[in-house]
C-alpha cells in the first residue's frame, strides 16, 4: 500500500530550483557586456551549487546520494524500453534516464563554471582566453540542450506514471512504500538560501 512520504531533502530542492535559476539567467545575460556583473555573479552561485551538490551526493540523504542513483548503461536502456510498454518501470528517486541528466548536467556544469573563472582571471593569456572561451559556450549549449530533453522527460515519466514529477521536487514528497529519509535538513536549505542571497546582494551592490 502506498503512501505519501518525503524523498527530496530541502538543500537538494534549493539545489534544483537555484541551479535552473542561475543557469537561465547566466545564460541570457551572457552576451551582454551592460549585465556583465549579473552574469559573473550567477556564474559564482552556479559553480557554487555544483560544488555543493558533488559533496551532497555523497554525503546527503539516501535519495540524494550518487549512489541511489547509479544506473548501469543497461538498466538506462532497459528503462528507456519499458516507457513504450503497459507497465514502465517506475523509481521512488531518480530513475535511469533522469540520473544520466543529472550526471551529464553536474559535468557540464562543472567544465562551465571552471571554464568561466579561468576565462574571467586571464588564465593562460592569449591561449587561454580562446580555449576557455570556447569550452564555456559550447558547455553552455550543450547544457541547454539537456535541460530541454531534461523537462521532455519530466513531462513524459509524469504521464506515463501518473505523478507531478515538478511539483515533488518543490514539496519534497512522492508516492512510495517506505522512506528511510529521517531529516528534511532544513536549516541547510535556509542557510544556502541566505548565503546565495548575500552574495548576490554585495556582488551586485
Do not use: C
Not at 541570457?28 to 551538490?53: C, M, N, P, Q, S
Not at 567544465?111 to 568561466?116: F, H
Not at 535538513?185 to 552574495?199: A, C, P, R
Amino acid at each position: 500500500m502506498q503512501t505519501r512520504i518525503l524523498v527530496w531533502d530541502v538543500p537538494t530542492r534549493v539545489f534544483h530550483w537555484s541551479l535552473a535559476l542561475s543557469f537561465a539567467g547566466a545564460y541570457v545575460t551572457a552576451e551582454t557586456e551592460r549585465y556583465r556583473d549579473v552574469h559573473l555573479a550567477l556564474g559564482y552561485v552556479f559553480l557554487g551549487l555544483i560544488l555543493f551538490r558533488l559533496v551532497w551526493g555523497l554525503l546527503g540523504t539516501d535519495y540524494a546520494r550518487f549512489s541511489a542513483f547509479w544506473f548501469s548503461p543497461s538498466a538506462v536502456i532497459s528503462y528507456l524500453r519499458s516507457l513504450s510498454g503497459s507497465q514502465p518501470q517506475h523509481f521512488v528517486g531518480h530513475n535511469p534516464a533522469g540520473a544520466l541528466a543529472i550526471f551529464l548536467l553536474l559535468v557540464l556544469g562543472l567544465l562551465i563554471g571552471s571554464s568561466g573563472v579561468l576565462l574571467y582571471w586571464e588564465y593562460g593569456g592569449e591561449w587561454g582566453e580562446e580555449l576557455f572561451e570556447e569550452a564555456h559556450e559550447i558547455a553552455s549549449n550543450l547544457m541547454l540542450l539537456v535541460v530541454v530533453v531534461h523537462i521532455a522527460g519530466v513531462f513524459a515519466s509524469s504521464f506515463l506514471h501518473r505523478e507531478n514529477l515538478a511539483r515533488a521536487m518543490l514539496t519534497g514528497y512522492k508516492q512510495g512504500e517506505a522512506s528511510s529519509i529521517g531529516q528534511t535538513y532544513g536549516w541547510l536549505g535556509v542557510l544556502m538560501l541566505v548565503i546565495m542571497v548575500g552574495f548576490l546582494y554585495f556582488y551586485l551592490a
